[in-house]
């Protein structure tokens, strides 16, 4: 019953994760119209036969934007997790390894940016670098770099006693060395952990950007600027927020239960739970 409600987590995540990416690839090099430019004459046009989930308030394709916005949110959602992931583990793993002062330093440091709340920190930094593809990119990787600097400083902290680290540093290995070769592959497992939540969360939060104005600036179609559109047309084009929002949800969903799946899959503490 365990490896089945694991293998459940496993399958509908790799499904989910796979349609929204498959749909951003599509939408890279084929949508139905053109995204941006729309025709005045078909706006509010409900579902049907010719647009299959509608056009909006200037007459686009609410599908071919959808498609075109998955290719937006994957690749932010993408970049903010190599950015983190990159920088807090290259922190992390440095200054878990030399402690002393350098630990205690940039802890602090990196303490007082978790003060903030992630979207209200890259929502700061947005409104100084203005609204662009690389600049939600970069607000929302420092962001949650803090996140990933403790995880791969409290690992370290964790392997840095062991026997082989110590066997490597008496046999006269240099700490680039014995970091690289010894303590780096062993934080591999929690930081995929992580990274696979951190893509999730790095997802809803370039959607709220977007949402409030300061994501990816028009006319670059996004999930969350055409949820924010479709609010003020609720009443008359009500298909304009249920398909940007059932995406949003369907992502998420699906990122979830395959970082659950990945979690039962490295996390040793993990074998014996449910």
């Not at 299959?52 to 903010?80: H, K, P, Q």
């Not at 990196?110 to 409104?127: Q, T």
């Not at 497992?189 to 370039?206: D, K, V, Y």
């Amino acid at each position: 019953m365990k490896m089945s409600f694991k293998r459940i987590n496993l399958v509908v995540g790799v499904l989910f994760v796979g349609v929204v990416v498959l749909l951003a690839l599509a939408g890279c090099v084929y949508t139905p119209y053109d995204p941006v430019d729309g025709d005045l004459m078909a706006k509010y046009g409900p579902p049907s036969a010719e647009h299959w989930l509608g056009t909006d308030e200037f007459g686009r394709d609410v599908l071919s934007r959808i498609m075109a916005g998955a290719g937006v949110s994957v690749a932010v959602s993408l970049g903010t997790v190599l950015f983190a992931t990159i920088s807090g583990t290259a922190i992390g793993v440095l200054t878990g390894y030399l402690g002393g002062w350098t630990d205690r330093v940039v802890m602090i440091f990196l303490e007082s940016l978790m003060a903030f709340p992630g979207l209200l920190l890259a929502l700061g930094i947005m409104a100084i670098i203005g609204p662009s593809k690389l600049g939600v990119v970069m607000a929302l990787g420092l962001a949650y770099t803090p996140s990933v600097a403790r995880i791969a400083r409290a690992t370290v902290f964790s392997l840095r006693q062991r026997d082989f680290v110590i066997a490597s540093q008496a046999m006269g290995n240099s700490g680039l060395w014995t970091v690289t070769r010894h303590i780096l592959p062993n934080c591999i497992a929690p930081l995929i952990i992580f990274s696979t939540s951190l893509f999730g969360s790095a997802l809803l939060s370039e959607s709220a950007l977007s949402f409030l104005g300061l994501g990816v600036p028009p006319p670059a179609p996004t999930w969350g600027g055409m949820l924010s559109d479709g609010r003020n047309s609720m009443e008359q084009a009500v298909w304009l927020s249920i398909f940007p929002g059932a995406m949003i949800s369907f992502a998420l969903l699906g990122i979830n239960m395959l970082g659950d799946a990945v979690r039962d899959l490295l996390d040793p503490r993990m074998k014996g739970a449910h």
